[in-house]
């Protein structure tokens, strides 16, 4: 369903049809399953972001003020999933918002730059496949502590005691806040998918 619907946002086929389900088909079912609750709304932004920016679409263009409102809706709407969750400790709105928005980076370009998202290597005389000693097979890019530290630097927190103070508490709210994600992703397909069987 994942695949199927990440292809009809970014379709620019909205041709109908009695007979076989149409990425408008699936348009319209992801447009009606957000109705129930948040996690599904915040489920259907982040597609929405995902797919747009992957595939460069028209909806992409920095300064676009739709896509940039999407990306704040769904930065917002994570932090405030996350606001009062039991396992995390408190942290300030400005804080959480540039969390939100980090973790929100890292799910969008999760695919591992030196092999595509493969896993694998070819070598340069295409005689043997070996696996990507980046992301050892895992298809997943990996981001470093260093990556993190440059990111909340720039929004504002100080570099040199951020690691000491408030490291361990924004790791525990990014790993809250990316299974999130996850959540909200698999609510927004399998409303989907409900919503297409009932009509």
Same mark, same amino acid.
């Given at each position: 369903?994942?695949?199927?619907?990440?292809?009809?946002?970014?379709?620019?086929?909205?041709?109908?049809?009695?007979?076989?389900?149409? +990425? #408008?088909?699936?348009? $319209?079912?992801? /447009?009606?399953? *957000?109705?129930? @609750?948040? %996690?599904?709304?915040?489920?259907?932004?982040?597609?929405?972001?995902?797919?747009?920016?992957?595939?460069?679409?028209?909806?992409?263009?920095?300064?676009? +003020? #739709?896509?940039?409102? $999407?990306?704040? /809706?769904?930065? *917002?709407?994570? @932090?405030? %999933?996350?606001?009062?969750?039991?396992?995390?400790?408190?942290?300030?709105?400005?804080?959480?918002?540039?969390?939100?928005?980090?973790?929100?980076?890292?799910?969008?370009?999760?695919?591992?730059?030196?092999?595509?998202?493969?896993?694998?290597?070819?070598?340069?005389?295409?005689?043997?496949?070996?696996?990507?000693?980046?992301?050892?097979?895992?298809?997943?890019?990996?981001?470093?502590?260093?990556?993190?530290?440059?990111?909340?630097?720039?929004?504002?927190?100080?570099?040199?005691?951020?690691?000491?103070?408030?490291?361990?508490?924004?790791?525990?709210?990014?790993?809250?806040?990316?299974?999130?994600?996850?959540?909200?992703?698999?609510?927004?397909?399998?409303?989907?998918?409900?919503?297409?069987?009932?009509?």
């Amino acid at each position: 369903m994942k695949e199927r619907a990440q292809r009809a946002m970014g379709s620019s086929d909205l041709g109908w049809s009695e007979v076989t389900m149409k +990425d #408008v088909d699936i348009l $319209t079912a992801m /447009g009606w399953s *957000d109705r129930h @609750s948040d %996690l599904e709304a915040l489920g259907g932004m982040l597609l929405l972001i995902k797919t747009a920016t992957r595939s460069r679409s028209l909806f992409y263009i920095p300064g676009n +003020d #739709v896509y940039q409102a $999407t990306v704040t /809706g769904a930065r *917002d709407a994570l @932090s405030e %999933l996350c606001r009062n969750h039991q396992d995390v400790k408190p942290i300030r709105r400005n804080r959480r918002d540039v969390l939100a928005g980090l973790v929100i980076t890292e799910w969008i370009h999760d695919a591992c730059p030196d092999c595509t998202g493969a896993g694998e290597i070819k070598r340069e005389d295409n005689s043997v496949v070996i696996t990507c000693p980046a992301c050892k097979g895992g298809k997943k890019r990996r981001y470093s502590d260093y990556e993190r530290m440059e990111v909340l630097a720039a929004g504002g927190e100080p570099t040199p005691g951020l690691k000491a103070k408030y490291y361990a508490t924004f790791e525990r709210a990014m790993m809250v806040m990316a299974g999130t994600i996850g959540l909200a992703e698999r609510a927004k397909l399998r409303a989907t998918a409900e919503m297409l069987e009932r009509y």
